[in-house]
Nanobody, 113 residues
C-alpha cells in the first residue's frame, strides 16, 4: 500500500537550516510529480514546493531562494532543504504524490528563538 513517511523536522532558531526527507513506497515513484506542503495551526494546508518526474521544480513565493526541493528516484525519496528559516515557516510539513489521495503523518518544524 501507499506510504509516505516524513522526517527531519525539529526546533531551529531563526536563520537556521533543516533538511526534511520523505520516504515513498507502494507506487511508481519515478513517474509522479512530488510535492511538499505545510500547514500551520488554524491555517489551510499550502503548497511549498514541487518537483516533476523530470526534475523541474517550482516554489511558493514565500520560500523562493531559501528552500530547495530534490528527489532521488533510485531511493524513492524526496528532500526539502530549508535555509534562512523564519518563524512563519513553522508548520507541519507533508509530502504528497501527484494523483494519490494519501497524506502521511507529517513532520513538525518550529522556528523560534
Amino acid at each position: 500500500q501507499v506510504q509516505l513517511v516524513e522526517s527531519g523536522g525539529g526546533l531551529v532558531q531563526p536563520g537556521g537550516s533543516l533538511r526534511l526527507s520523505c520516504a515513498a513506497s507502494g507506487f511508481i515513484f519515478s513517474m509522479l510529480r512530488m510535492s511538499w506542503y505545510r500547514q500551520a495551526p488554524g491555517q489551510e494546508r499550502e503548497l511549498v514546493a514541487l518537483v516533476t518526474s523530470t526534475g523541474s521544480t517550482n516554489y511558493a513565493d514565500s520560500v523562493k531562494g531559501r528552500f530547495t526541493i530534490s528527489r532521488d528516484n533510485a531511493a524513492n525519496m524526496i528532500y526539502l532543504q530549508m535555509n534562512s528559516l523564519k518563524p512563519e515557516d513553522s508548520a507541519v510539513y507533508y509530502c504528497k504524490a501527484q494523483t494519490i489521495d494519501y497524506w502521511g503523518q507529517g513532520t513538525q518544524v518550529t522556528v523560534s528563538s
